[in-house]
């Protein structure tokens, strides 16, 4: 018996998964103290490839042949990342309005700040990753319409040149992250070569894995230790350390990721993250510091056991419970009227 055809790709959506839930734990990693060097541990790894990753798949998925021209394209990503933008930010200025004025928050938290980072983008808030998608997908447009696989392998290597360039003698924060486009395009590029060249069933093997892990734990370690100030590379904040140290670490550590996410197949939950990481990632932040509200006493009490297995277990107990959280609001996007906010069409069944 055949399976239907669909046109998702469910090891993407498991790598998806696995990659927004380490974002989510990531940043409740940053989030809470006391880590007895667990930080520096872990950080470091994840924050390699996890948002990598996503620019990656993004152009393993891209596809310039189904618009009829680029107005038609333009279009469609004003209505799937620009709107999206606008919603999340819109929910980003209401929930700190909460904050200031019914919970009352220490923290540094501004309502004109929040307006002037959002119209600015200077790599602010995690809407900096949509702000770069935009401009990564405006220009791969022109460029994956070349039939020439020589020719896109150039441009990878002239925006290779021209991020390392960047991070050599420039090192600034863009208006509207124009400089993280630089260092994003590669990534968008090499996964959107590695579907057309029809490769990556060669590729992503099992068999690889170990050399794939090697080469990118090499690249990396050697990217923090020859870098000056480098803890990790933080893409958000513009920290890549040495770019083509950047590059490799980031690519064999997507490879291994995509190697075994296509061997495994699929994990329910982890997939449907995956499938709907737009929501999970742009309002898992708002979740968190709502979370950390409450949750960050409890763990500042908790004094008496030793540190580090108390940080990983608040670490992962908030990341599930907003994984959690997100799910519902996934659902109550996806299933009303409110999907209309997040580019999708709503289907009244």
Request: glycine share 4%; hydrophobic share 55%; aromatic share 18%.
């Amino acid at each position: 018996m055949h399976k239907l055809r669909t046109d998702r790709i469910e090891w993407l959506d498991l790598a998806k998964g696995f990659a927004i839930f380490l974002i989510i734990f990531a940043h409740c990693m940053e989030w809470y103290s006391s880590d007895m060097g667990v930080k520096s541990q872990l950080l470091p790894i994840i924050y390699s490839f996890h948002v990598p990753l996503f620019f990656f798949v993004s152009g393993f998925l891209f596809s310039v042949d189904k618009y009829k021209n680029f107005w038609k394209f333009l279009l469609k990503i004003i209505k799937t990342i620009l709107l999206p933008y606008l919603t999340f930010a819109i929910i980003l200025i209401l929930s700190d309005v909460v904050k200031i004025y019914v919970l009352h928050t220490k923290d540094n938290v501004s309502i004109i700040g929040d307006i002037k980072g959002i119209l600015l983008q200077q790599h602010f808030n995690n809407l900096w990753f949509l702000a770069t998608l935009f401009f990564v997908q405006i220009i791969s447009y022109f460029i994956c319409k070349i039939k020439n696989v020589k020719i896109i392998f150039i441009f990878i290597s002239v925006f290779i040149a021209a991020s390392y360039l960047y991070e050599l003698f420039i090192d600034k924060l863009l208006y509207w992250c124009i400089d993280e486009v630089l260092f994003t395009i590669p990534l968008f590029l090499f996964g959107f070569l590695l579907k057309k060249l029809n490769f990556y069933d060669n590729i992503l093997k099992i068999k690889f894995l170990p050399l794939f892990l090697i080469i990118s734990f090499t690249a990396n370690y050697l990217n923090i230790y020859l870098s000056k100030d480098l803890n990790f590379v933080n893409m958000c904040k513009g920290y890549f350390g040495n770019v083509l140290l950047f590059y490799i670490s980031a690519l064999f550590a997507i490879l291994s990721v995509l190697a075994v996410c296509k061997k495994i197949g699929s994990i329910s939950p982890i997939n449907y993250m995956g499938k709907n990481s737009l929501v999970y990632y742009g309002l898992h932040i708002i979740v968190l510091t709502f979370l950390f509200h409450f949750l960050n006493p409890i763990y500042c009490r908790l004094n008496n056991i030793p540190h580090m297995y108390i940080y990983i277990s608040f670490c992962l107990v908030t990341a599930v419970l907003i994984s959690l959280i997100m799910t519902i609001v996934n659902i109550i996007f996806i299933k009303t009227p409110l999907c209309v906010l997040i580019g999708k069409k709503y289907k009244n069944n």
